[in-house]
């Protein structure tokens, strides 16, 4: 396989490449297996600036919420205190993160603190976080 860009033949067998396709196989299934991440009639949405370098995107279904986190530049510590009103939920799992040595070379995750009633996020580098917590019957 093959990537065409800019007129270079990039080998997707090869790293960094086959990494990146990795982690965008990895997420296209996500976005396949919950649905929260399928189409925008599934539920609410939110997008929200944790701080200047962070974003976080919620998504929400029947049965879970789902979180985003974007770290866009440099390191940083963030609280994920956006929270779904809808139900009692429980607790936070994080599901993917694109610093996984799946993905990069020199992996280089997050610290992920679940211990807490929002979770927090410490960033090395520019990265991203998928989290998702069940929803139970109000």
Do not use: K
Not at 69 to 79: I, K, N, S
């Amino acid at each position: 396989q093959v990537l065409l860009h800019r007129s270079a033949v990039l080998p997707l067998d090869h790293e960094p490449h086959a990494g990146m396709l990795r982690l965008h196989r990895a997420l296209l299934a996500l976005r396949h297996g919950h649905d929260a991440l399928q189409g925008a009639d599934q539920g609410p949405v939110a997008a929200e600036a944790i701080d200047d370098d962070t974003l976080a995107l919620v998504r929400g279904s029947a049965t879970m919420t789902m979180a985003v986190v974007v770290r866009l530049r440099g390191a940083g510590t963030c609280e994920l205190s956006v929270i779904d009103h809808r139900r009692t939920a429980g607790a936070w799992r994080v599901l993917l993160t694109s610093e996984s040595p799946d993905f990069t070379v020199d992996p280089a995750p997050p610290e992920v603190d679940l211990s807490g009633s929002s979770p927090v996020l410490r960033f090395g580098r520019p990265s991203a976080v998928v989290l998702a917590r069940a929803l139970t019957p109000e």
